[in-house]
């Protein structure tokens, strides 16, 4: 499964991001997929995650009713929606598809990475 995230960029705090990964493949459905990132000197960390068919979703404490994770299955899609940004989600985000869970062992592969840098 290759994965390509897209959508990062520069935006002003209190703004909003949209964030892309797409996954060309009959088998994407399968996938639990999850959303992390990597601030520079920081661990990678889980933001969230979403099941395969796309009812039940994860999120991280920090991003709880600013960020949303949807799929759509039919364009093999996974999006993040993120609200309200803060200097401190400046970050590089990475998308991964695997089994469920919130750590980088539960996951087999993995996009490139898209900086997202909110200035304040």
């Known amino acids: 499964v290759q994965l390509q995230a897209s959508g990062g960029g520069l935006v002003q705090a209190g703004g909003s991001l949209r964030l892309s990964c797409a996954a060309p493949?009959?088998?994407?459905?399968?996938?639990?997929m999850g959303w992390f990132r990597q601030a520079p000197g920081k661990e990678r960390e889980f933001v969230t995650g979403?099941?395969?068919?796309?009812?039940?979703?994860y999120y991280a404490d920090s991003v709880k009713g600013r960020f949303t994770i949807s799929r759509d299955n039919l364009k093999n899609t996974v999006y993040l929606q993120m609200n309200s940004l803060k200097p401190e989600d400046t970050a590089v985000y990475y998308c991964a598809a695997g089994r469920t869970g919130a750590i980088t062992s539960d996951y087999d592969y993995w996009g490139q990475g898209t900086l997202v840098t909110v200035s304040s």
């Open positions: 979403i099941s395969g068919s796309g009812g039940n979703t």
């Open positions: 493949g009959r088998t994407f459905s399968m996938y639990f």
